[in-house]
């Protein structure tokens, strides 16, 4: 076990440094890029904070979507190819549920303003 | 410095011309770019736009048209009544600059999140997606004799290319499988009419001003094929910029759009449109993943590379908002 503070702890004072302190310093092209920094360190926060549980809740479903084990890379994969291949579709019970699930917990991560996704997650989620 | 090269090239073509001043770079990766520059003529100034691809970088990626083929375009628009940039001067070996071509400046509005918000587009807004449906229809009646050689495109081959293009990045997304799928079986095969396709039409490569869009831009991508395409890329969700519910770039309704498409005499296939929506938003979602394997690839680490990789996620929301949206 690693000591504290925690990763997410770690990248979010930097993130806060850079906002705070450094962002009001600097202009043009180089604020631009700091803030594609900053929003790089906020992104890796959110999935710090975040993948663990998708991650499981995504081979749950996966296992009784493909009724096989596996990391949730390789069940990924697996997805992909029946998928690629028309043994799964969404006639089959489930995948959309899943497709929509798995979706929404990314854009949790990469993009949480992205209009689209507000607007799922006010119909719940 | 490329000062004293505009200063010669432009002394050889522009009557009058003494120089140039103001010159500076755009935008563009290595192999094209794009630069402003003011040409100084006894009777005032100029206003000037450089594309090239600077020497050594002649050979055009696979789907661009290239620039020579892009000037030809843009100035057959013109010609046309298309708002179009007049191509001044296409680049000669004597030039010293590369290949490429010089326009003249218009002024105005590309940056797409300006144009949706910004006061200065309050009045032109409401009427941008008739006016785009007009542009489009004058696009897609250019002369097809008088065009440049161009690849000929159609539905199948861009399945093809993007799924091509999809499996060299190793890359499972279950989406992007599902969306594949679906294309292949609602494939609406050849067009009853070809022809010229801009292939990269929408908010970001228009000029806007406050009377409405002033040129087309960035016709690298044109190639010969189904007109339907146009009309569903402007349409991808990628192109509103959070104005979701105005689907044709975030400034009105498909109804407008096709209206104006119309009014100029040319007919709307509706569910062709749709399909080339969907293939559009694949095609970006693709397009993201290149810029990850750019990024991984090449040496420079680009911050903003990487960041657009992970906006593949928001193709794949919008895929399932078109192919299994949930109960409204």
């Keep these: 076990m690693q000591d504290e503070p925690t990763p997410i702890e770690l990248t979010k004072s930097v993130s806060d440094f850079l906002r705070n302190d450094i962002a009001p310093l600097i202009s043009g092209h180089q604020a ?12 890796v926060t959110r999935q710090l904070t975040r993948e663990e549980g998708s991650d499981a809740a995504e081979v749950e479903r996966l296992r009784a979507l493909l009724g096989m084990d596996g990391s949730v890379t390789d069940l990924n994969r697996t997805l992909a190819e ?12 489930g995948l959309a549920e899943h497709l929509w699930a798995t979706t929404m917990d990314k854009l949790a991560v990469d993009q949480p303003s992205y209009a689209s996704y507000k607007r799922e997650l006010s119909r719940g989620g | 410095m490329i000062e004293a090269e505009l200063s010669r090239s432009v002394a050889r073509w522009c009557p009058g011309a003494t120089g140039v001043a103001g010159v500076a770079r755009l935008s563009g990766g290595a192999s094209q770019e794009t630069w402003r520059f003011d040409i100084a003529n006894p009777d005032g ?6 594309r090239r691809s600077p020497k050594g970088y002649g050979a055009a990626p696979t789907r661009a048209a290239g620039l020579a083929a892009e000037a030809q375009l843009m100035q057959l628009a013109f010609e046309a009544g298309v708002p179009s940039p007049r191509v001044m001067h296409v680049l000669t070996p004597d030039d010293d600059l590369g290949t490429g071509f010089i326009m003249q400046r218009v002024e105005g509005e590309t940056i797409a999140r300006k144009i949706l918000r ?15 449906g007009g542009v489009l229809a004058g696009l897609h009646r250019l002369p097809q004799d008088k065009l440049p050689e161009l690849r ?10 993007f799924e091509r293009d999809y499996r060299s990045l190793d890359w ?5 499988e599902l969306t594949l799928r679906w294309l292949r079986d609602h494939d609406p095969g050849p067009a009853s009419e070809t022809t010229l396709v801009h292939g990269d039409f929408r908010n970001g490569n228009l000029i806007i001003g406050a009377d409405g869009v002033r040129a087309v831009l960035d016709w690298e991508l044109a ?18 910029f959070g104005e ?15 209206a104006g498409y119309e009014a100029a005499g040319r007919k709307v296939d509706p569910s062709r449109v749709k399909f080339w929506e969907v293939m559009g938003t694949l095609r970006w979602g693709i397009m993201c993943g290149g810029m990850m394997q750019r990024f991984r690839e090449s040496p420079d680490h680009s911050m903003e590379r990487a960041m657009i990789g992970r906006r593949a996620s928001e193709t794949e929301i919008d895929l399932l908002r078109l192919l299994a949206p949930r109960g409204s």
């Design chain 2, 172 to 176: 499972p997304k279950p989406v992007f």
């Design chain 2, 45 to 50: 100034v100029i206003g000037a736009i450089l």
């Design chain 1, 32 to 43: 631009f890029k700091l803030r594609v920094a900053i929003n790089i360190l906020d992104l």
């Design chain 2, 244 to 258: 979701i519910d105005k689907p044709v770039g975030g400034f009105g309704s498909r109804e407008e759009l096709f």
């Design chain 2, 118 to 132: 910004d006061d200065e587009f309050a009045a032109a807004r409401p009427h941008l997606a008739r006016q785009i």
């Design chain 2, 152 to 161: 000929h495109m159609t539905a199948a081959k861009e399945i093809g290319d």
């Design chain 1, 82 to 93: 029946r998928i690629a291949k028309g043994e799964i579709d969404l006639a089959t019970p």
């Design chain 2, 223 to 240: 190639h010969l094929g189904d007109p339907m395409e146009d009309l569903g890329w402007v349409c991808v969700n990628s192109w509103r």
